[in-house]
């Protein structure tokens, strides 16, 4: 039960933080009305998820190897466009509260419904169809043992959990520090997406190198272990990481990484806000 | 509803259009434990092939089958929890091929030969 327990987890906590930072972002940016999109879009990736799940599982057919693994790289791919998109939106935000520009806030990070939906429908629909197969499998075993559905929700609500508890913290932050720091969180667990859709489309033979690992730490890290679990659910962290997956993550994490502390660390629109770094010392409130 | 919210509707929608119908396929029972992987036919005719593979063990599995080259993955379920079944379906040409069940999702996993077109077709 703990094993499914476990699988539960790593599937639900990385959508599970998405949403969470999207629903802090809506709420800090006085964006309550746009909540019920977050909810949709959810709902809806939700929704779907379980009927194909239901559908493959149940029905006559079922997903073919190459289709699911395309699928995995799609949507992985997607999830990191949106993902790289809404950092942008943090780092433009922590630059104009810098400059105490809140009322400029408004006009410059307009959120459309439909991006707000989006968002929140890739952040569950990229892993939904995986973690219905697997709850649906649960289900269908319920006959003969109810522990692995059991395992599966429980992990899955200690998901949402750890979410509710990631946005509690991140309402009580500075606004400025959370749009910084949930900016720098949200390029790692991108960059992490993205090696995760290049091993898809590296299995489904599309890329080539499945087997030039970079390094092999699977003793370290078991997938099974709780830290293995954490890390592979938040940052997609696998202990078995190919070159060209290395490669991946460092050519999307470092460019943007440099990008994003620009533009939300240092920045400001407007010159009076940041003082030159000589008369800098001499400044006392 | 935007074209940015059709896309990824269209992605998750896309499997269900590469569905691969399963009721004609060779059924092929697999057990993974901790130590075994125990395959209940090591020979198929030439066409689908249903594997269900169950976890006996208590640790979450894998199951892959592999070209004759053991390096190029031909198909794979991931993620079978202790006491699921789940079923992998997937055509199969004449060839030798490799099973392997992955208990621990690590490694090169138990292995084991599978010939598919070898068996006097009738």
Not at chain 1, 15 to 41: D, F, K, N, P
Not at chain 1, 178 to 196: K, M, S
Not at chain 1, 254 to 276: C, I, N, T
Request: hydrophobic share 55%; aromatic share 8%; charged share 10%.
């Amino acid at each position: 039960m703990f094993a499914n327990y476990l699988i539960g987890l790593r599937e639900g906590l990385e959508a599970s933080l998405v949403i969470g930072i999207l629903v802090a972002y809506l709420v800090r940016t006085h964006r309550r009305g746009l909540l019920r999109e977050v909810w949709i879009g959810v709902g809806a990736a939700a929704a779907l998820s379980l009927a194909i799940g239901a559908f493959l599982t149940l029905g006559p057919s079922s997903l073919s190897f190459t289709a699911q693994e395309l699928i995995g790289g799609i949507l992985s791919i997607v999830t990191v466009a949106l993902v790289t998109w809404m950092i942008f939106w943090m780092g433009k935000t922590a630059r104009f509260l810098k400059g105490n520009l809140e009322n400029a806030l408004e006009k410059a990070i307009a959120v459309g419904s439909g991006a707000v939906v989006t968002m929140a429908f890739i952040a569950v629909g990229r892993e939904g169809i995986e973690t219905a197969l697997f709850l649906w499998a649960g289900i269908s075993a319920a006959g003969a043992t109810l522990a692995p559905v059991v395992g599966a929700v429980l992990g899955l609500a200690s998901a949402v959990v750890l979410g509710i508890l990631f946005y509690r913290g991140a309402v009580r932050l500075n606004l400025r520090v959370f749009f910084q720091w949930t900016g720098v969180f949200l390029i790692i667990v991108a960059g992490g997406v993205l090696a995760y859709g290049i091993h898809d489309l590296q299995e489904a033979g599309v890329l080539p190198g499945l087997n030039n690992l970079a390094f092999d730490v699977s003793a370290a890290v078991p997938a099974g272990s709780v830290h293995g679990t954490l890390l592979k659910g938040i940052f997609n962290f696998s202990a078995q990481t190919t070159v060209l997956q290395a490669v991946a993550w460092f050519a999307y994490v470092v460019p943007v990484m440099f990008l994003f502390v620009r533009m939300a660390f240092r920045g400001s629109p407007k010159p009076q806000a940041a003082a030159s770094p000589s008369s800098a010392p001499a400044l006392t409130r | 509803m935007n074209v940015r919210f059709a896309l990824p509707a269209l992605a998750l929608a896309l499997p269900l259009a590469a569905c691969a119908s399963s009721t004609d396929a060779t059924q092929v029972a697999v057990s993974s434990t901790a130590t075994e992987c125990v395959v209940s036919a090591t020979t198929a005719p030439t066409g689908a092939v249903a594997f269900d593979v169950t976890n006996d063990g208590d640790q979450v599995t894998e199951f892959y089958i592999y070209a004759q080259d053991g390096e190029t993955v031909v198909a794979e379920v991931e993620g079978i929890g202790p006491s699921l079944t789940r079923t992998l379906t997937v055509t199969l040409a004449a060839g030798t091929y490799v099973t392997a069940c992955k208990p621990g999702e690590t490694g090169d996993g138990i292995r084991g030969e599978f010939v598919v077109g070898a068996a006097p077709s009738a």
